[in-house]
Nanobody, 124 residues
Framework: QVQLVESGGGLVQAGDSLRLSCAAS????????MGWFRQAPGKEREFVAA????????YYADSLKGRFTMSRDNAKNTMYLQMNNLKPEDTAVYYC?????????????????WGQGTQVTVSS
């Protein structure tokens, strides 16, 4: 399995930007489709974005399109989530995840490896 470590979270103000990173080790990173999820206190883990193996195709939660951008660099075994114009409702723990599926899924059950998460807090 691939091991994943997120970084880049923090406390920001509404309207600010953050870039999260997810570093992979272990099995070949480019084998996996990848996803970002988030979980706010008292809520279920929700899909944020996903990307195919090559990085050529991305998928986003409808509510986040236009503010969040996901990318990956297979040479660096790393993927990213650029978050712009952050809002207080974006406050959550953000997780990266790896999937064996050829087409990235939107459900947590579609993913086989998870990072430990990084906290993003957006103040109003």
């Amino acid at each position: 399995q691939v091991q994943l470590v997120e970084s880049g979270g923090g406390l920001v103000q509404a309207g600010d930007s953050l870039r999260l990173s997810c570093a992979a080790s272990g099995r070949t990173f480019s084998y996996y489709t990848m996803g970002w999820f988030r979980q706010a206190p008292g809520k279920e883990r929700e899909f944020v974005a996903a990307i195919n193996r090559s990085g050529g195709t991305t998928y986003y939660a409808d509510s986040l399109k236009g503010r969040f951008t996901m990318s990956r660099d297979n040479a660096k075994n790393t993927m990213y989530l650029q978050m712009n114009n952050l809002k207080p409702e974006d406050t959550a723990v953000y997780y990266c995840a790896a999937s064996n599926l050829l087409v990235p899924g939107h459900r947590p059950a579609d993913y086989v490896s998870w990072g430990q998460g990084t906290q993003v807090t957006v103040s109003s």
